[in-house]
């Protein structure tokens, strides 16, 4: 039986496992992580049939900070607005392999950020706009 306590070591679990992958998110994925651990552990938990949330339901919606991770494979931490992805940072994996550390808003890669394309090995820093790299920084 999950509990939030279980939760949230799967969480870190899987934040730690993405280290060592491309040095430059080391930091970022140790940030997230510490961020993570200091959260208080009284958070609630919502079961879905292919993954969880751990995190703040204020009215029953995601709402402060939390993290979801679906399918073993989808990895959102950071926090929530009504329901929805807005954090600055938030650390987000996703079924791809790829990652992603930076700003989002309404679900999308809104902001600074750096995204890790796991297909071709290759860190990108930049501006994102709606999920879309539209400044890339030398």
């Not at 204020?58 to 993290?67: F, Q």
Request: no cysteine; net charge negative; hydrophobic share 30%.
């Amino acid at each position: 039986l999950m509990n939030s306590e279980i939760a949230k070591s799967k969480i870190i679990e899987k934040l730690k496992s993405y280290r060592g992958r491309h040095g430059e998110l080391d930091e970022a994925i140790d940030f997230i992580t510490e961020m993570f651990i200091d959260e208080p552990d009284d958070h609630d938990l919502i079961k879905y049939t292919n993954g969880f949330y751990i995190g703040d339901l204020p009215r029953g919606k995601r709402d402060g900070y939390g993290a979801m991770l679906l399918d073993s494979s989808y990895l959102y931490v950071g926090r929530w607005r009504d329901d929805v992805e807005n954090s600055n940072p938030a650390f987000v994996v996703y079924s791809s392999g790829d990652i992603y550390y930076g700003e989002i808003r309404n679900w999308k890669r809104n902001g600074d950020g750096i995204y890790y394309y796991r297909s071709h090995n290759e860190l990108v820093s930049g501006r994102f706009v709606n999920g879309s790299l539209a400044n890339k920084y030398i």
